[in-house]
């Protein structure tokens, strides 16, 4: 015989339950001696699964970050999680782009769009961008669907590549609840080897700061949403891509690939 | 000496540097190639190891020596920290590109020569199974889905997921124990 509370079972291993089924569940778990065994069951049946995994190579300097940030008391998870800090510094990639090949220069910021307002709501700086097919797109991401009202488009740049370069890109500033969301959209860029990166940099007098950091795809496609979150007041003039040997540059060490003024 | 896993976790809470870093040595490998097999994405990966060591250091989590190895423990608190991190992301994450993503299992502490072993038997087993089998651990581990998100998945009665999952697993213990026995005899 099963109680309804004994169906919780898959869910509560698989952390699905509210905070208040988890602990109706745990409750339950004390007594029902049925649970317990399966419960057990599940973990025993499960534990050789992690190995089957891949070995794939941590991103350089992972363990600095972590590690530094673990000690340096960015403690308080469980908690809300510090937006922005330090999620904003991460290399962007993209896998599918969104219909390249038809009306590419109207519709691809839309998907940006989609992509800037779902990071808002989650209500996380992280400069991850999900790009979906159009046919994958749920309702929840359709982009007529968002409120378009929540965002300004306070700019839209397009670079100019450097001689000898043959790369497209695209740069528009989005005013979001008094920041600005700095969106680069790339194609064509030349392919990158080893742990080299895509940066981009905005300038004020010459001075560089770093403004997100993405990797191209196999077509050549790169996009980056950053989260534009200085110290002091700036007036930047210029905005660059350059390509860089890793993710940590604080520097361009690479030659400007593209670059407009703002 | 090398230091039993349970020392160092023990040290690390009580806020050695040194003994958490060993710690993270033996373990980043695994935990976040586990996380990436789970999420298909590197930041996320990473993001998931940062928050099971804070769990550790700040001593969120504890380990209990009677229930178990501290590495099924470890996995265990990885996985739900993967889901829990999946539930916030809402989208499914993009998939890398595979030149990117796969590299050859360099193994270079005991954790990972035990992990190669094991993987190529896990995965022979789970090749062996039916590609239902195989569809209902990859939504119910690996995805971390809940109940009725596998129903609608896999077009089954809900009531019927619990006991799917099961006989799925069993059938993976039953062809990883041939596997196993196979492998001791030939000894390859």
């Not at chain 1, 099963?2 to 169906?7: F, R, W």
């Not at chain 2, 298909?40 to 550790?56: C, H, P, R, S, W």
Request: glycine letters at 4%; one cysteine or more; a negative charge.
């Amino acid at each position: 015989m099963m109680s309804n509370t004994c169906d919780l079972l898959l869910d509560y291993f698989n952390n699905q339950l509210t905070k208040e089924q988890e602990e109706e569940f745990e409750l339950h778990l004390l007594e029902c001696e049925e649970c317990q065994e399966e419960l057990a069951e599940l973990q025993q049946l499960t534990e050789d699964l992690p190995y089957s995994s891949e070995a794939i190579d941590p991103p350089s300097g992972m363990k600095q970050r972590v590690l530094s940030n673990v000690i340096n008391g960015t403690n308080t998870p469980e908690t809300e999680p510090e937006p922005e800090k330090q999620e904003q510094e991460k290399v962007t990639s993209i896998n599918e782009w969104n219909e390249p090949s038809r009306s590419k220069k109207k519709s691809w910021y839309k998907p940006l769009i989609a992509a800037v307002l779902t990071l808002s709501l989650i209500g996380n700086g992280a400069a991850l961008i999900y790009l979906s097919n159009d046919e994958e797109t749920s309702p929840t991401t359709k982009p007529e669907e968002t409120e378009p009202s929540l965002d300004t488009i306070q700019k839209m740049l397009s670079l100019s590549p450097s001689e000898g370069v043959n790369a497209e890109a695209t740069a528009m500033m989005i005013e979001q609840n008094n920041k600005t969301n700095l969106v680069i959209q790339a194609s064509d860029l030349p392919e990158l080897e080893g742990e080299e990166t895509y940066q981009v940099w905005v300038l004020e007098d010459g001075k560089p700061y770093r403004a997100g950091t993405f990797v191209s795809n196999a077509n050549g496609n790169g996009a980056v949403s950053y989260l534009m979150n200085y110290q002091g007041k700036h007036q930047f003039d210029t905005i660059a891509i350059t390509k860089e040997p890793n993710a940590n540059s604080q520097k361009p060490k690479g030659d400007i690939l593209l670059s407009s003024p703002i | 000496m090398r230091e039993h896993d349970v020392e160092l976790f023990n040290r690390a809470q009580a806020q050695d540097e040194h003994a958490l870093e060993l710690l993270y040595d033996r373990y980043e490998k695994l935990l976040f190639s586990f996380s990436f097999r789970m999420t298909k994405n590197k930041f996320l990966a990473e993001e998931v190891v940062q928050d099971v060591f804070t769990k550790i250091w700040s001593r969120q989590r504890n380990f209990d020596e009677s229930k178990g190895k501290f590495s099924s423990w470890l996995l265990t608190v990885t996985r739900n920290a993967t889901i829990d991190m999946l539930r916030k992301k809402k989208e499914t994450p993009y998939e890398l590109d595979e030149r990117d993503a796969l590299h050859d299992l360099g193994p270079s502490t005991e954790e990972q020569i035990e992990w190669k072993e094991r993987s190529e038997q896990v995965r022979e087993a789970v090749g062996q199974l039916t590609g239902d089998q195989q569809e209902i651990i990859e939504l119910f581990y690996f995805k971390g889905m809940s109940q009725s998100k596998i129903a609608e998945s896999c077009e089954i009665p809900l009531g019927t997921v619990k006991g799917r999952v099961r006989l799925a697993l069993k059938h993976l213990r039953n062809k990883l124990s041939q596997v196993n026995e196979r492998g001791g005899q030939d000894d390859v």
